[in-house]
């Protein structure tokens, strides 16, 4: 029998009051309490009013069911009574009027947090005080150049390499996640051996190799492997300055790409691909339509990550004279001489694209949450 | 004896070093509702998931309406089929998972059309009309466009049921469909389960509700250590067990 519900008789009981009279009463003999209780049933049934206590009243249907003035319970069901100590018919009065005032709740003050918020609201002041009034980071001069035709270029093609990294790098990444979830051994250790190599070489090396292909392999051919060639091409024409940093960035990408896809197709359930297995849907269907996209959930916070990691990553380009943005702002500030100015343009334009990906990343994880919120 | 609409010969399933199913030999005739009753580990559940083949076998056969599941005979070997054609068997032989499995992306109505769809490729206005009329069915009409995660597990456990009903299968699987459930959601879904029942569709039940199985099993078959110990209706095994293991069992859970 739950006995710590069954000695009420009213919801009443569990009202706010209660505490102090938990202390009191384990040594309230049964009979008071049982007195205390006499006058309850017809003063204050409902009293329980604003917070809906009303569900104990229901789980208390069996202790009144019985017929028994729950005295017999009178021990532990002082945990939950609110009987006060002195037992006797004032006890319902008080149910009754504790109802009709509900007690106020006081949060707790935070002294300390308010000494720290003024402590960086004065260090704030002084931050943006040193950006404004120090001429030397000439901000006239950051204004001529931020809209810059050649500044914008260089952000548009800046945007257009993290596109080709991450779109190519997630395409291979995807399915180097679905090699190493193949049950092949070589299929599985050829994609372990790609992640292992491409994240251990740094990108700026990835991307000098890339760009001096050609010194190894002067001429590129197609055809069948170890057979004849259908056409073969000289490797400078086929891989330019701007298709090996589309390369490199994305063989990189994909490294990295291919564990959080990985990761993500982990995070799914098992018994969704068994549902989708025993209801007969077809096996690219299981992964495009049920698997995928609830593995997108966890995919994505770190695919952001990722893509706005790119965005800066591009700058790495700048050793192969690429026009990307950091390159650009090298150039001009090497005619003019404009150094931290031209820094902060770049700056500018990095925190304004990463900015609205951050801002894209929220709306695409609310897409993917859908029914989970 | 009717041809048998499911049928186990001599079924072995081991996982590593353990033997779960050691000779399983059941038939189950046309809208026959089959109950099987046994302890944890007993191997009742692998013998459900073995007749839809998420389960392969080791050694013996199972077949659903004549057609041997998962396998293609030639002389005495029998040769696993390509997973499309094990896909294709399986749209008749429908599955209700003890943790429901829903699609937790997809609303209801999108979880009962998913495989009608894109498993069977009937036409969509057909199969709107179909999840319809099976939610109604299910008692579920006004949650048709909400997702899984909104609906109580009596509920999801509901839609799970209309989800297997929408590919219209010769046999459903209920492998423990009310286990996950608070005990006070286990009645609605039973409902359901016995309305099924009553129109004639061929049932296995792995459960624990002993009292569901004396209302609605035609037949009961109770599993110990991977063989079926004793079969019979459910006054035969559930009131008169032949079987002292059986008699354990029942003054266990009664």
């Given at each position: 029998m739950p006995v710590e519900f069954s000695g009420a008789d009213?919801?009443?009981?569990?009202d706010p009051p209660a505490a102090p009279a938990v202390l009191a009463t384990p040594v309230t003999p049964a009979p008071s309490t049982t007195s205390a209780k006499a006058p309850a049933p017809g003063t204050s049934r409902r009293v329980s009013g604003p917070r809906g206590y009303a569900w104990s009243r229901a789980r208390l249907v069996p202790a009144s069911a019985s017929g028994r003035p729950a005295g017999?319970?009178?021990?532990?069901?002082?945990?939950?009574?609110?009987?006060?100590?002195?037992?006797?018919?004032?006890?319902g009065q008080d149910h009754a009027a504790a109802g009709e005032r509900p007690l106020r709740v006081v949060t707790t003050r935070h002294p300390g947090r308010w000494v720290a918020a003024l402590g960086v609201a004065v260090l704030l002041a002084m931050a943006v005080s040193a950006l404004v009034t120090n001429p030397a980071?000439?901000?006239?001069?950051?204004?001529?150049?931020?809209?810059a035709p050649s500044v914008l270029r260089s952000v548009v093609f800046t945007l257009e390499l993290t596109a080709l990294g991450i779109v190519f790098g997630f395409l291979l990444g995807t399915v180097l996640a679905l090699m190493r979830l193949s049950g092949n051994p070589l299929l599985n250790s050829v994609a372990w051996g790609y992640i292992a190599l491409f994240r251990s070489v740094p990108l700026i090396l990835q991307l000098l190799f890339w760009y001096n292909l050609a010194l190894l392999y002067p001429r590129l051919s197609f055809g069948v492997p170890f057979g004849p060639a259908f056409f073969d091409v000289g490797t400078m024409d086929l891989i330019g300055p701007v298709t090996a940093a589309a390369l490199g960035l994305a063989l990189h990408q994909a490294a990295y790409a291919a564990e959080i896809v990985r990761a993500g197709l982990l995070s799914v359930d098992h018994g969704q691909r068994e549902a989708a297995a025993a209801l007969g849907i077809p096996r690219s269907r299981q992964l495009f339509r049920i698997v995928l996209p609830q593995a997108m959930r966890s995919i994505v916070p770190t695919a952001g990550n990722e893509i706005i990691g790119l965005v800066k990553?591009?700058?790495?380009?700048?050793?192969?004279?690429?026009?990307?943005?950091?390159?650009?702002?090298?150039?001009?500030?090497?005619?003019?001489?404009?150094?931290?100015?031209?820094?902060?343009?770049?700056?500018?334009?990095?925190?304004?694209?990463?900015?609205?990906?951050?801002i894209a990343q929220h709306y695409v994880e609310r897409y993917y949450g859908k029914g989970r919120a | 004896?009717?041809?048998?609409?499911?049928?186990?010969?001599?079924?072995?399933?081991?996982?590593?070093?353990?033997?779960?199913?050691?000779?399983?030999?059941?038939?189950?005739?046309?809208?026959?509702?089959?109950?099987?009753?046994?302890?944890?580990?007993?191997?009742?559940?692998?013998?459900?998931?073995?007749?839809?083949?998420?389960?392969?076998?080791?050694?013996?056969?199972?077949?659903?309406?004549?057609?041997?599941?998962?396998?293609?005979?030639?002389?005495?070997?029998?040769?696993?089929?390509?997973?499309?054609?094990?896909?294709?068997?399986?749209?008749?032989?429908?599955f209700v998972f003890q943790s429901f499995n829903l699609f937790p992306h997809l609303t209801v109505h999108q979880n009962v059309t998913e495989a009608p769809r894109s498993a069977q490729r009937r036409p969509r206005a057909e199969v709107d009309a179909l999840a319809t009329r099976l939610l109604e069915r299910v008692g579920l009409s006004d949650k048709a466009h909400?997702?899984?995660?909104?609906?109580?597990?009596?509920?999801?456990?509901?839609?799970?049921?209309?989800r297997a009903l929408a590919l219209e299968p010769k046999v459903i699987l209920f492998d423990e469909p009310t286990s996950a459930l608070d005990p006070e959601l286990v009645g609605e879904v039973l409902d359901v389960v016995k309305g099924?029942?009553?129109?004639?569709?061929?049932?296995?039940?792995?459960?624990?509700?002993?009292?569901?199985?004396?209302?609605?099993?035609?037949?009961?078959?109770?599993?110990?250590?991977?063989?079926?110990?004793?079969?019979?209706?459910?006054?035969?095994?559930?009131?008169?067990?032949?079987?002292?293991?059986?008699?354990?069992?029942?003054?266990?859970?009664?």
């Open positions: 009213g919801g009443d009981t569990h017999t319970a009178a021990g532990p069901r002082v945990i939950l009574a609110a009987t006060p100590p002195a037992g006797g018919p004032p006890g980071w000439e901000w006239e001069v950051v204004g001529e150049f931020l809209f990553g591009t700058s790495v380009v700048y050793i192969m004279a690429l026009p990307e943005l950091f390159y650009q702002v090298q150039v001009i500030y090497n005619r003019n001489g404009r150094v931290i100015a031209l820094l902060l343009v770049a700056t500018i334009w990095y925190l304004v694209m990463t900015s609205v990906m951050s | 004896m009717s041809a048998a609409m499911v049928e186990l010969r001599s079924v072995h399933k081991s996982f590593g070093s353990l033997e779960v199913l050691r000779g399983v030999d059941l038939r189950v005739a046309p809208g026959e509702v089959t109950v099987i009753l046994g302890p944890s580990g007993s191997g009742k559940s692998t013998l459900l998931r073995t007749v839809n083949h998420l389960e392969k076998v080791d050694s013996g056969s199972v077949s659903v309406d004549g057609e041997l599941v998962g396998y293609r005979r030639s002389g005495d070997r029998l040769y696993e089929l390509p997973e499309r054609e094990i896909l294709r068997q399986r749209t008749k032989i429908g909400s997702y899984p995660r909104k609906l109580s597990g009596g509920q999801q456990q509901r839609v799970a049921i209309a099924l029942a009553g129109s004639g569709t061929t049932m296995i039940v792995v459960t624990h509700e002993v009292g569901f199985a004396r209302e609605v099993a035609d037949t009961v078959v109770f599993m110990d250590e991977g063989r079926i110990v004793e079969r019979g209706t459910p006054a035969e095994v559930l009131d008169a067990p032949r079987h002292e293991r059986t008699r354990l069992f029942l003054s266990k859970v009664l």
